[in-house]
């Protein structure tokens, strides 16, 4: 996934659970193969769990009501979001033993 630029530079991840006619699953597959910020993450016969990375809140919001509006498509459920600065994403992360022998917390 390849998220917007934005001017705070905050990177926006969250999952949604799709509730859909199992004939729907073409129009969803091709709504997300159309889309640089969403990712088919799970799939039932009536159930797709979609994930999506992109700038702000405005754009997931965005993303609910573009998959809401697919034919066949019941519900968007958001289940999880969250906000974080690129620059902590991209900063690496401290295994458990560098911290434990450090005696540090992050």
């Given at each position: 996934m390849k998220p917007d630029d934005n001017a705070s530079g905050d990177v926006h991840i969250?999952?949604?659970?799709?509730q859909h006619r199992v004939e729907a699953?073409?129009?969803?597959d091709a709504h997300i193969a159309a889309s640089d910020d969403?990712?088919?993450?799970?799939r039932a016969?009536?159930?797709s769990v979609v994930l999506c990375e992109c700038?702000?809140?405005?754009?997931v919001l965005d993303r609910i009501d573009a998959l809401r509006a697919l034919p066949?498509?019941?519900?968007?459920?958001?289940v999880y979001h969250h906000a974080e600065p690129r620059e902590a994403l991209d900063a690496p992360v401290r295994s458990a033993?560098?911290?434990q022998a450090s005696g540090v917390a992050p």
């Open positions: 969250a999952s949604f659970v799709v699953a073409d129009a969803i969403l990712d088919l993450a799970l016969d009536t159930r700038a702000d809140q405005y754009a066949g498509v019941l519900n968007v459920a958001l033993f560098d911290i």
